[in-house]
């Protein structure tokens, strides 16, 4: 199983960033999918999360201006992040709570390769 992460960059403040993960590989169910954060000197940081029913969890600190949404046909979760601030700088990080293989298969948590969020002032 694999998760791509895409569409970091530079913004300013203010504005509006997409992020995408999609997961491949011998999927036989995706549990819950969700991003977090790194910033530099800090700890990684929940930033939302999103499981196959649809029920979502936020940091208070993105409440009202992130949302998350699953595509499961596409095994895809989205972050559309509006309203960025200086301090949403850090490295996302895609991650998937997923039953590999069969019904019977692992469960286990895998990560992303990380993708850059900086937003200027």
């Known amino acids: 199983v694999q998760l791509q992460a895409s569409g970091g960059g530079l913004v300013q403040a203010g504005g509006s960033l997409r992020l995408s993960c999609a997961a491949s590989g011998s999927i036989f169910r995706i549990n819950a999918m969700g991003w977090y954060r790194q910033a530099p000197g800090k700890q990684r940081e929940l930033v939302a999360a999103?499981?196959?029913?649809?029920?979502?969890n936020y940091a208070d600190s993105v409440k009202g201006r992130f949302t998350i949404a699953i595509d499961n046909a596409k095994n895809t979760v989205y972050l559309q992040m509006n309203s960025l601030k200086p301090e949403d700088t850090a490295v996302y990080y895609c991650?998937?709570?997923?039953?590999?293989?069969?019904?019977?298969?692992?469960?286990?948590?895998?990560w992303g390769q990380g993708t850059l969020v900086t937003v200027s002032s």
């Open positions: 991650n998937a709570n997923i039953r590999a293989r069969a019904a019977w298969g692992p469960v286990r948590d895998y």
């Open positions: 999103i499981t196959s029913g649809g029920s979502t």
